[in-house]
Structure formats: structure tokens, C-alpha cells
């Protein structure tokens, strides 16, 4: 129940919707240019755990090989490195205030997810 009532206020003080529509559009613009449609999986993803952060995480893919790693190289030169820092920034900005503090620990817990996204899935936790 605490982790309903986190993510229903996540999703509308927290930045939430926000981030998952931004997320969305940055899907879209990857399926559009056929040769970044694994990065709009990932960023699909990060839409889909930045919209419900609380009670789920991301744990690495048993699949992913070499490929994975070299993709994620080239997501952080390209959008990973600025995307943590966005998160790293609203999350110590949401923890100067008492009632932020949990939004700004569910911002630090999608920088590394917004650093290297690809290779990993997204999961429940018990």
C-alpha cells in the first residue's frame, strides 16, 4: 500500500509523467531512425520504470553479450551521461526538503538505469 501511495504521488509532484513522457518522445525519435531502435527499447523501458519507480528495480539481462556493452557505450556519450546528471541534480534538489527526500531517492535510483539502460530488465520486488 506504501508503495501505491509513493508512486500515485511520485507520478503527480515527483516529475513522474514528466519524465516518462520525455522518455516516450525519445522512443519515438529512436524508432524513427531505424538504426537506434535498441535504444528506444531502452528508453521505452526508463519510461515505463521512471512512470512507477517504487517497488521495482532493474537487474542485468541473462542474455546480453558484448553487444549490449558496446551499445551502452555509446548511449552514455550520447544521452547517458547528461540524463544522470539530470536525474543526480533533481534528486539532491528534492532532497533538501524533508517531504522530497523519497522522490529524491527514487531519482537516485534511476541514474544508473538512466546511464546504462541497455542489457538489463525491469523487475518487481517482493
Known amino acids: ?11 503527480i509532484f515527483g516529475g513522474g509523467l514528466v519524465l516518462a513522457i520525455g522518455y516516450g518522445i525519445a522512443a519515438l525519435i529512436c524508432f524513427v531512425l531505424v538504426v537506434t531502435i535498441p535504444f528506444g527499447v531502452a528508453s521505452l523501458r526508463l519510461a515505463v520504470y521512471s512512470l512507477w519507480p517504487f517497488g521495482r528495480t532493474l537487474v542485468p539481462k541473462p542474455g546480453a553479450g558484448v553487444a549490449s556493452g558496446l551499445a551502452n557505450v555509446l548511449w552514455v556519450v550520447l544521452a547517458g551521461w547528461w540524463l544522470a546528471l539530470s536525474h543526480i541534480l533533481a534528486g539532491i534538489a528534492l532532497c533538501v526538503t524533508i517531504i522530497g527526500i523519497p522522490f529524491g531517492i527514487a531519482n537516485f535510483k534511476l541514474v544508473p538505469a538512466a546511464f546504462w539502460p541497455l542489457g538489463r530488465e525491469l523487475v518487481d520486488i517482493p
Do not use: A, D, K, T
Open 1 to 11: 500500500m506504501i508503495r501505491f501511495l509513493l508512486n500515485v504521488l511520485w507520478l
